[in-house]
């Protein structure tokens, strides 16, 4: 796999809010976290440019919602923002996909002459599918480090009930098998982006 020098990285939705598995329910991989935070520092120590991408819930149910501690991003994204060499932007959203947020990523990638993005965070099956989906669909070579995101469990229509670990295979495949992105792993990216 190949990394090209001015790949973005972008984290989406790596927040506080996440934690609060009352809210959410049972989440999969356990190791995200770590993974997340090794593609940030790669990205960094390599001049790359990244993207921090933060949903700011109006649902007023939401622990993302503004205002709220769970907006925050999680400590270890936070103590990482600014220590890179190469552009950072922060996007802040409302909806699913990063690129209908603000400031305009499509705009900002574009005028960076970024044209492969790698994808990782929260949740699988949300907000990172949905930004890889529409990454692919505006023409970018779009790479979602599988395991370097996680998800919850969900309840769909007619009483159907997935597991965390279902619905982000299932988003793997949907976005893997339907072309929209390379999904792949953690250490093959870091691997390729040394």
Known sequence: MEIVRNAALLVVDVQKGFEESGFWGPRNNPGADENIGALIDVWQGTGRPVVFVRHDSVRPESP??????????KEYVAERRG??????????KTVNSAFFGTPDLDAWLR???????????IQTNMCVETTARMGGNLGYDVVVA???????????????HMGAEEVARASAV?????GFARVVLTNEVVDAAR
Request: proline share 4%; hydrophobic share 35%.
């Open 146 to 160: 599988y395991d370097a995101t996680y998800t919850f469990d969900l309840a769909g229509p007619f009483g159907w």
């Open 64 to 73: 993302l919602r503004p205002g709220q501690e769970g907006n925050d991003f």
């Open 83 to 92: 220590r890179g060499a190469g552009g950072e932007l922060l996007v802040t």
């Open 111 to 121: 005028t960076e002459g970024v044209g492969q993005l790698v994808v990782a965070g």
């Open 174 to 178: 949907s976005l893997h098998g339907g």
